[in-house]
C-alpha cells in the first residue's frame, strides 16, 4: 500500500489547559482528512487491576485517585456501588451530605474548567495568570467560586481533593452545626458572582463547522430535580435504559493511539456531560439558572459542543443555589452522631453504580467476595465516553475550515485545541479503563 | 494554708465566676475513652472525674506552635511578638499536673528566662482538682500525688462538695471576691477529707517511693529492656507530646515569598524523632531507635531540684497515650528490680 | 534508593533575585490524577507567585508551556508509567537546577504502585487492554527517584497548600526546606485529637506515615490511609505497626494491602513485615 | 539577686561584618562589630562562650567566639560551612548584617588558669574556641606560666589558624610559648606528623602545676586523658570544651541534652566547658 501523502501535518503535541496528557493528530490525504486522532498518551494506571484482592474499604479510599479534579465523583460513585453490593442503606442524612460534598465538586470543576483552562481561550490569553491586568473582576469571581467549592468539600470531605471523610455507610464526622451555617452564608453571597461565568461566555459565537446531530445521554435525577443521583439513562433518541444495566448499551474498546479506551451507545459515538443533562432536564433546573438559560437560549444548542461551556454555567449557577438550600436544610436537621452504619460483609454480590460526575456518566462495578474482597472492578468514565465523539467534531473542525481555505495548520490546530477543551475532557481519569470481555 | 468548703451546688456558679474573668479552660470528654483540656463554653461540660487529658497544661503556657518574632530581611530587623499577657484560668488540674507546671517553671523561669512562657504563665491561675489512680497512675511513688505549692486553690472532692485550699495570695483573692460561694469547713469536711485521701493512696497499684530509681537505672543502662521494648516503639513522639514535663522545642524560619520578611517559629520537638540529636554535618548523637528510647527513660528520671521530684511526675499519659502499648511504669519496675531480687 | 541526606545540598541553591530577576519555574507531570498541580494552581496566593516567577512550563493552566527550557526549580507530579514520561523525566531534570517530587505518586509511586511486588507491567495490561495494541509504550509505575536525582520531596496526596508555599518561599529566598522526619502520630496527638488506633483499633497508618497534614483525616475520625508516604530515613516502624495490629486481630494481608497503598516502594516494608509474620510465600 | 529580666533572655543585636579571612577549604574567619555603640561598649564575653548567630530567613547556628576577649565591639567567629545556616553565611560579603544573641555558656573558668602553666589541645575546628583562651594569655601575660598549644588536624591545610601560629614562632619562643602543629594523615605536610597525644611528652609546661584546655573529637579525649594522667596532670585542672546541637543556647530547647538518670546536663547551659570529674561521672559526655 503507497504512504499517505501528507501536505499538512497538523499536530498539537500536548494539549494545554486540559486534565490529563493528550494531544491532536490530523493526518490529510490530500485535501480531504485522513485521520483525526486524539492522541492520549497519558500513563495507564490499571485501576480496575490494582484494585483485585484488595478489601472494598481501601479500594474505595484508592478510587478518588482516579481523577483530582472530581475526586469526590470517584469517591461517592464507588461507595455507592460497594453498598449497593452489600445491600447496605445509608441514612438520608448521609445521602444529603454526599450529594453536597458532590456539588461542592461540580462547583470547584466546572469553575476551574470555566475561567482557569477555557476561559484564556475566549478572551485571547495563554492562561490565567496573564489576564490579571485585565480581568481582575472575573478572576476574583473564579478564585470565589473555586474557594466555595473547595470549601464544602473540605467541610464535608476533610479536603478539596481526595477526601478521606466520605466512607462506605457514612462519614467518619459529621460537621457541626455552625460549619453548615457558614456554608450556607457563604453560598448566599456568591448568588451574582456564580453569573460571572455565563456572562463572559454569552456572545462567543458556537463555531457552526462542528455544529451536527448527536445523541446525548444523561441519568433522570431522583426526585424530580436536577442532580447527580439518578437510576435511568434517559438517550436523546427517545431510549431509557436502567442505569444498573449500562453495560448493555455502552461499551468499550481499545483503539492503538490512545491509552483511553473509546466508548460507544449502541456502537455508535455519543455525548455526555452537562450539555446532555442540559438538554434532557433542564426543566428541572432552580428558577434562576432555568430564566438564565430561556434567556440564553440561542447559546445552548444541543448540536454544538461548543455550548458545553454555557451549559456548564448554567449548572454553576443552578448548584450554588441548590448547595445553599441543602446547607441551610443540613443545619436545621444535623445530627452529630448519626455518622456511619455498622456493616458486616457476609456474602459475596456485584454492586453497580452510576452517577453525573461534571464532565458526564460514571459508572462503576464493583464484585465483592464474601471477605469483603474485590474480585472484579469496572469503571468507564466521561471522558472515555466522548472521545469518539470528540473525534468526530475535531474532523468536522478541519473539515469546515479547509472549506473555507483556512489552510494555515497554526490557526487549525489553535481551534481544535479549543473544541478540544469544550468538552472539559479529564484525560487522566479516562486513562485505565475497564477490563476487556 | 486556708481552707474553705465550696458546696456542690455552688461549684457552677464559681465556675461561672471564673470564666468571667478571663479565659476558662478545663477537662472535657471529647471521645469515648479520651478527656482534653479544652476551652469551656458551657461550665456543664466540665468534668470532674477524668483520668488524664491528652494534652498536658503546659501547652496553655507553652503553645504547640508560636511565632516567637516577625522579621524585616532588608534592615535585619525583628519584631517580637510577645503573648498579650491575657488571663487565663486553668481549672481542674491534677497534683500531678501541677508538679508539672512547676517542673516547666524550674526550666523556663529561671536566670535566663523565657519570656514567652513567663509572661503567660504569670497570667495564668491553676484551680486544682482531687483524683483517684487507675492502674496507669504512679504518681505516689513520684511524690507528686499531692501538692502543696503551683496553685491558686486546690478542690478536694468531698461528699457534698469541694474542701478548698487556698495556696496564694490570687486565690486568697478569689476567696475575698466571691464570698458567696464559699462556707467554713465542719469537722464533718475534715474527715471527709481524710478519709478520701486514705482511700486514694490504698488504690495505687505500685506502692512506696522511687527516689533511688535514677541510681538503679543508671546502673544498668544496658539493660536488655532497652532493646526489647524500643522494638515495639513507633517513634511517633506520643509519649514527650503528652508528657506535662516535655519541652523540647524545635526553631525554623518561614521567609515570606517575595523574601523581604518572614517568621521565627518555634514548636513542640521530640527526642523521639530522628533529627532531634542531629547536627550540621550530618552527625547524629542519639542515632538508632534505642538511642532516643534510652535518653527519653534517663531524662524522665532525672532529678529535679526545684521540686524534688523527678522529672516524670507519675501522670501515665505517656503509656495511656502509646499506640504500641510500651509500658514505661512496668518497664522502670523491671530495671529496678534488677539484682534487688525482684 | 538511598535518598539524600538532605545536610547539605548537593545541587545549586537558587540565588536569591528579588528585583533583579525572576526565578523560573516549571511545573511537568507524568502520569497521575493532576492532583498535586490542582493544588497548586489553586493555592490562595498563586497571582502572587505568579507575578513572582516565571512559570515556564505549566500545561495544566497554560498554552505558553514548553518542556524544553532550562528552569530554576522544577516540580514533577506523577510516577513514571510511560517511556515518554522517562524521556520526558529525564529531559527536566537536565533543565532544572532543582527538581522537586511533589505528591504521592512522584515520591513513592503512587496509588497505581498498589499492586508492585504482584503483578508486573505486562500483566497489568493484560488484564485491562487484553490482546489489543497501543502505540505508546507503558512501564511499570514507579517513583521518579528510581530514574533521577531528586533534590527534594514534597510528599501527601494531594500535597498540603501550606507545605508548597513554605517550600516555594525557601526556595525563592535562597534556602531550601526543611525535611519532616516525623509522623502524622505526632501532629495527630498535637491537634489534640483522640487516637482512633487505641480508641476503636481502627487500622490508622499515622505512625508509620510522614507528618504535614496535621493529622487531617484522624481529625474527622477517618484512619490514616498513608498517603504522604512513609517517614524517610528508615523511620517507618512498619513492624511495630504491623505488631499492634495483629494483636488488634488484622489479618496479615489485610495489613500488607493497607501499608501498600503508599509505601509499596519502601524497601523496608516487606523486610519488616516479615519481621512480624515470617517470610512471604 | 534581682530578678532576671525575661526580654534580655533572646535579645538580638544586629552586627556588621567587616572582614573575611578565608582559613581553610571549609572554614573562613569573620570579623564582627556590634552596630549599637552601647552594645559595643557594654559586650563581655569568656573564653568558651559561644553566641547563637541569626541569618534571618535562614536561620540560627550557635558559633563559639574565637577572638580576645579583651577587643570591646569586635568579635571574631571561625565558621565552619556544614549545614543550611552556615553555608549562607559564607556567602556573606562584608558591609552585611546579621543578628547575634549571647554569649552563652559557662566558658573557661580562667580564674583557675592563673599562675600555672597553660596546654591548649585542639584538633580540627577545636582550635576556634582555644585560639580565645590563647589570645586571653598573650593578653593577661604575665598570670600564665609557660603555654604549650598543640594544634592539630588530619590535613596539614585543614590547620586551623595555622600561618597565624606560624607568624607568632619567634616571639612566642621569647615569650616561653611553645606552638606544635601537627597533620595526623598527610603524606604531603613537611612538618609534625602524630596525633596530639603523641607530643604531650615533648611540651614545655609542668604536668604538676598545668591547666588544660581540650577541644576536639570525643575520640581525642579518651587518648588524651590517659595520656595526661599518667604524666601526672591535676585532673581538676582538666576541661574540655563539647560541641552539641545548642539551638536555643539558654537551657531550654533540649537538643543538647546529654547524660544519664543523675547527670542530666544541658551542654548550653551547664557547658559547653566541662571538667575531668563531670566527663567520668557523666556517662555520653564524650
Same mark, same amino acid.
Given at each position: ?57 481501601? @479500594? ?99 479536603? @478539596? ?230 473525534? @468526530? ?45 | ?5 465550696l458546696p456542690k451546688e455552688k461549684v457552677c456558679e464559681f465556675l461561672e465566676r471564673l470564666k468571667s474573668m478571663g479565659t476558662l479552660y478545663g477537662p ?52 517580637? =511578638? ?87 495570695? =490570687? ?47 543508671e546502673l544498668h543502662l544496658d539493660h536488655p529492656m532497652y532493646m526489647r521494648e524500643s522494638d515495639k516503639c513507633l517513634g511517633c513522639g506520643n509519649c ?65 531540684? =526545684? ?11 505517656? =503509656? ?23 | ?281 | ?32 562589630? %556590634? ?125 586551623? %589558624? ?125
Amino acid at each position: 500500500m503507497p504512504k499517505k501523502k501528507i501536505i499538512h501535518p497538523i499536530t498539537v503535541d500536548h494539549i494545554a489547559r486540559i486534565e490529563g496528557k493528550a494531544g491532536i493528530e490530523v493526518i490529510l490525504d490530500g485535501k480531504k482528512v485522513d485521520v483525526v486522532n486524539v492522541n492520549v498518551f497519558e500513563g495507564p494506571r490499571f485501576f480496575e487491576a490494582i484494585a483485585v484482592g484488595k478489601h472494598v474499604e481501601e @479500594a474505595v479510599a484508592v478510587f478518588p485517585r482516579v481523577c483530582s479534579f472530581c475526586a469526590a465523583a470517584h469517591k461517592i460513585t464507588p461507595v455507592l456501588a460497594a453498598e449497593n453490593a452489600m445491600g447496605l442503606e445509608p441514612s438520608e442524612q448521609t445521602m444529603k451530605m454526599r450529594e453536597l460534598l458532590y456539588i461542592g465538586d461540580f462547583i470547584q470543576s466546572h469553575t476551574l474548567h470555566l475561567f482557569f483552562l477555557a476561559l484564556p481561550d475566549f478572551l485571547g490569553f495563554p492562561d490565567v495568570f496573564s489576564m490579571q491586568g485585565a480581568h481582575k473582576d472575573i478572576l476574583n469571581a473564579a478564585i470565589a467560586l473555586k474557594d466555595i467549592g473547595a470549601h464544602i468539600q473540605t467541610v464535608i470531605g476533610s479536603r @478539596a481533593i481526595h477526601q478521606e471523610n466520605a466512607l462506605i455507610g457514612g462519614f467518619g464526622k459529621i460537621p457541626p452545626k455552625k460549619s453548615w451555617e457558614t456554608m450556607r452564608q457563604k453560598l448566599r453571597s456568591l448568588h451574582d458572582v456564580a453569573e460571572e461565568a455565563l456572562e463572559q461566555f454569552v456572545g462567543f459565537p458556537l463555531w457552526p463547522e462542528v455544529e451536527a446531530d448527536r445523541v446525548h445521554l444523561a441519568l433522570e435525577p431522583i426526585d424530580g430535580t436536577y442532580t447527580m443521583f439518578g437510576n435511568t439513562i434517559h438517550a436523546s433518541d427517545g431510549s431509557k435504559f436502567k442505569a444498573n444495566a449500562y453495560q448493555m448499551r455502552i461499551s468499550e474498546k481499545v483503539v492503538p493511539h490512545s491509552f483511553a479506551k473509546h466508548g460507544s451507545y449502541n456502537d455508535q459515538p455519543f455525548m455526555t456531560g452537562a450539555l446532555s443533562r442540559f438538554t434532557l432536564f433542564n426543566d428541572r433546573l432552580s428558577k434562576r439558572a432555568k430564566l438564565l438559560a430561556r434567556t440564553y437560549e440561542e447559546y445552548l444548542d444541543a448540536k454544538n459542543p461548543l455550548s458545553n461551556n454555557l451549559a456548564q454555567a448554567i449548572e454553576l449557577i443552578h448548584y450554588i443555589h441548590r448547595a445553599e438550600i441543602m446547607a441551610d436544610e443540613l443545619a436545621s436537621s444535623i445530627k452529630p452522631n448519626e455518622r456511619r452504619v455498622e456493616f458486616e460483609i457476609t456474602k459475596a454480590a456485584t454492586g453497580v453504580c452510576v452517577t453525573e460526575a461534571p464532565r458526564g456518566l460514571l459508572a462503576y462495578t464493583l464484585k465483592i467476595n464474601k471477605n469483603g474482597v474485590i474480585r472484579a472492578a469496572n469503571i468507564i468514565t466521561p471522558t472515555a465516553m466522548y472521545l469518539p465523539m470528540m473525534e @468526530a467534531d475535531l474532523r468536522r473542525m478541519v473539515e469546515g475550515l479547509l472549506e473555507q481555505g483556512i489552510t494555515d495548520s497554526k490557526t487549525i490546530a489553535q481551534k481544535l485545541e479549543t473544541v478540544v477543551r469544550s468538552y472539559d475532557p479529564c484525560v487522566s481519569c479516562s486513562v485505565h479503563v475497564a477490563r476487556v470481555k | 494554708m486556708r481552707y474553705v468548703k465550696l458546696p456542690k451546688e455552688k461549684v457552677c456558679e464559681f465556675l461561672e465566676r471564673l470564666k468571667s474573668m478571663g479565659t476558662l479552660y478545663g477537662p472535657k470528654k471529647i471521645s469515648e475513652k479520651f478527656y482534653d483540656f479544652r476551652e469551656i463554653g458551657d461550665v456543664k461540660e466540665v468534668e470532674f472525674e477524668y483520668n488524664r487529658t491528652i494534652t498536658p497544661p503546659r501547652k496553655y503556657f507553652f503553645p504547640e506552635r508560636e511565632t516567637v518574632f516577625t522579621f524585616d530581611t532588608v534592615n535585619v530587623e525583628i519584631h517580637e =511578638t510577645m503573648p498579650e499577657g491575657k488571663p487565663i484560668i486553668l481549672f481542674g488540674v491534677h497534683a500531678c499536673d501541677i508538679v508539672g507546671l512547676r517542673i516547666m517553671d524550674s526550666r523556663f523561669i529561671d536566670d535566663l528566662p523565657d519570656p514567652y512562657y513567663q509572661i503567660r504563665r504569670e497570667n495564668g491561675i491553676i484551680i486544682g482538682l482531687s483524683c483517684l489512680p487507675d492502674e496507669y497512675c504512679f504518681c505516689s511513688v513520684r511524690r507528686t500525688d499531692f501538692v502543696d505549692a503551683g496553685f491558686d486553690l486546690f478542690l478536694h472532692l468531698l461528699p457534698d462538695g469541694y474542701l478548698v485550699r487556698v495556696g496564694t495570695v =490570687t486565690g486568697h483573692k478569689l476567696i475575698e471576691n466571691s464570698p458567696e460561694y464559699f462556707e467554713e469547713i465542719s469537722s464533718e469536711d475534715k474527715d471527709n477529707f481524710a478519709k478520701f485521701e486514705t482511700k486514694r493512696r490504698s488504690m495505687f497499684t505500685v506502692q512506696g517511693n522511687w527516689d533511688d530509681m535514677r541510681y538503679r537505672l543508671e546502673l544498668h543502662l544496658d539493660h536488655p529492656m532497652y532493646m526489647r521494648e524500643s522494638d515495639k516503639c513507633l517513634g511517633c513522639g506520643n509519649c514527650t507530646l503528652t508528657c506535662p514535663t516535655c519541652r523540647c522545642y524545635e526553631v525554623k524560619d518561614l521567609p515570606t515569598l517575595d523574601g523581604t520578611g518572614g517568621e521565627r517559629i518555634r514548636f513542640w520537638d521530640s527526642c523521639q524523632f530522628r533529627s532531634h540529636g542531629l547536627v550540621a554535618g550530618g552527625h547524629n548523637f542519639r542515632p538508632t531507635k534505642k538511642d532516643r528510647f534510652l535518653n527519653r527513660y534517663q531524662c524522665k528520671n532525672a532529678y529535679c531540684e =526545684t521540686t524534688t521530684t523527678s522529672y516524670c511526675v507519675g501522670c501515665g499519659r505517656c =503509656t495511656y497515650f502509646c499506640p504500641a502499648d510500651i509500658q514505661f511504669k512496668e518497664n522502670l519496675l523491671e530495671v529496678y528490680g534488677t539484682g534487688g531480687g525482684a | 534508593m538511598e535518598r539524600s541526606k538532605m545536610i547539605l545540598p548537593d545541587h545549586e541553591i537558587i540565588e536569591e533575585c528579588r528585583d533583579v530577576c525572576r526565578a523560573t519555574v516549571g511545573v511537568y507531570v507524568l502520569t497521575s490524577c493532576y492532583g498535586c498541580q490542582l493544588v497548586m494552581a489553586t493555592v490562595q496566593k498563586i497571582m502572587e507567585i505568579a507575578n513572582l516567577v516565571d512559570f515556564k512550563c505549566f500545561y495544566m493552566v497554560s498554552s505558553k508551556s514548553s518542556m524544553h527550557e532550562p528552569v530554576d526549580i522544577a516540580f514533577v507530579e506523577g510516577s513514571v508509567s510511560t517511556e515518554k514520561d522517562l524521556e520526558e523525566l529525564k529531559e527536566v531534570r537536565k533543565n532544572a537546577k532543582v527538581l522537586v517530587a511533589i505528591g504521592a505518586c512522584a515520591v513513592n509511586g503512587g496509588v497505581q504502585s498498589w499492586s508492585e511486588g504482584d503483578l508486573n507491567y505486562d500483566e497489568l495490561y493484560a488484564s485491562v487492554y487484553g490482546d489489543s495494541k497501543i502505540k505508546y509504550k507503558g512501564l511499570q509505575a514507579a517513583p521518579i527517584d528510581s530514574y533521577v536525582k531528586v533534590d527534594y520531596f514534597l510528599p501527601g496526596c494531594p500535597p498540603e497548600e501550606d507545605e508548597i508555599m513554605y517550600f516555594l518561599s525557601t526556595f525563592l529566598f535562597g534556602s531550601y526546606p526543611e525535611e519532616i522526619d516525623y509522623p502524622v502520630c505526632a501532629e495527630c496527638r498535637l491537634e489534640g485529637n483522640p487516637c482512633i488506633l487505641i480508641e476503636s483499633d481502627a487500622p490508622c497508618l499515622g505512625p508509620i506515615t510522614v507528618a504535614g497534614c496535621k493529622a487531617r483525616c484522624p481529625s474527622f475520625g477517618v484512619p490514616c490511609i498513608g498517603c504522604r508516604g512513609p517517614v524517610p530515613h528508615d523511620n517507618s516502624w512498619f513492624d511495630s505497626l504491623a505488631l499492634i495490629f495483629r494483636n488488634k486481630g488484622y489479618s496479615k494481608d489485610y495489613i500488607r494491602e493497607r501499608m501498600k497503598i503508599f509505601c509499596s516502594f519502601d524497601k523496608n516494608l516487606e523486610e519488616r513485615l516479615e519481621k512480624v509474620f515470617g517470610r512471604k510465600k | 539577686m534581682s530578678k532576671p529580666d525575661p526580654m534580655k533572655t533572646y535579645e538580638t543585636h544586629k552586627c556588621r561584618l567587616l572582614r573575611v579571612y578565608g582559613l581553610t577549604e571549609h572554614e573562613k574567619l569573620f570579623l564582627f562589630r %556590634f552596630d549599637d555603640p552601647e552594645i559595643a561598649q557594654s559586650w563581655r564575653f569568656m573564653p568558651g562562650q559561644f553566641v547563637e548567630l541569626s541569618l534571618l530567613g535562614h536561620g540560627e547556628v550557635p558559633i563559639s567566639i574565637c577572638s580576645s576577649a579583651r577587643r570591646m565591639g569586635f568579635f571574631e567567629l571561625c565558621i565552619r560551612k556544614a549545614g543550611r545556616v552556615t553555608s549562607e553565611i559564607h556567602k556573606l560579603k562584608p558591609g552585611d548584617m546579621v543578628r547575634i544573641r549571647g554569649p552563652y555558656g559557662n566558658g573557661f573558668p580562667m580564674d583557675r588558669f592563673y599562675d600555672r602553666d597553660l596546654l591548649l589541645v585542639a584538633a580540627g575546628l577545636g582550635m576556634a574556641p582555644l585560639r580565645s583562651v590563647f589570645l586571653y594569655a598573650l593578653d593577661n601575660r604575665w598570670l600564665f606560666g609557660n603555654i604549650t598549644i598543640i594544634n592539630s588536624s588530619k590535613l596539614g591545610k585543614e590547620l586551623l %589558624f595555622a600561618k597565624e601560629l606560624k607568624a607568632m614562632r619567634d616571639i612566642a619562643t621569647a615569650e616561653n610559648i611553645e606552638i606544635i602543629q601537627t597533620a595526623t594523615r598527610d603524606p604531603d605536610w613537611g612538618g609534625l606528623t602524630g596525633r596530639a597525644p603523641t607530643h604531650l611528652d615533648k611540651v614545655n609546661v609542668d604536668p604538676t602545676k598545668c591547666t588544660a584546655a581540650l577541644c576536639g573529637p570525643p575520640r581525642m579525649y579518651k587518648s588524651m586523658f590517659e595520656q595526661m594522667i599518667k604524666l601526672g596532670y591535676d585532673p581538676r585542672y582538666i576541661f574540655v570544651n563539647l560541641e552539641r546541637r545548642m539551638k536555643c543556647g539558654v537551657g531550654k530547647c533540649g537538643h543538647c541534652n546529654i547524660g544519664t538518670a543523675t547527670s542530666w546536663k544541658y551542654t548550653c547551659k551547664d557547658g559547653p566547658v566541662f571538667d575531668y570529674y563531670d566527663i567520668i561521672s557523666i556517662p555520653g559526655l564524650i
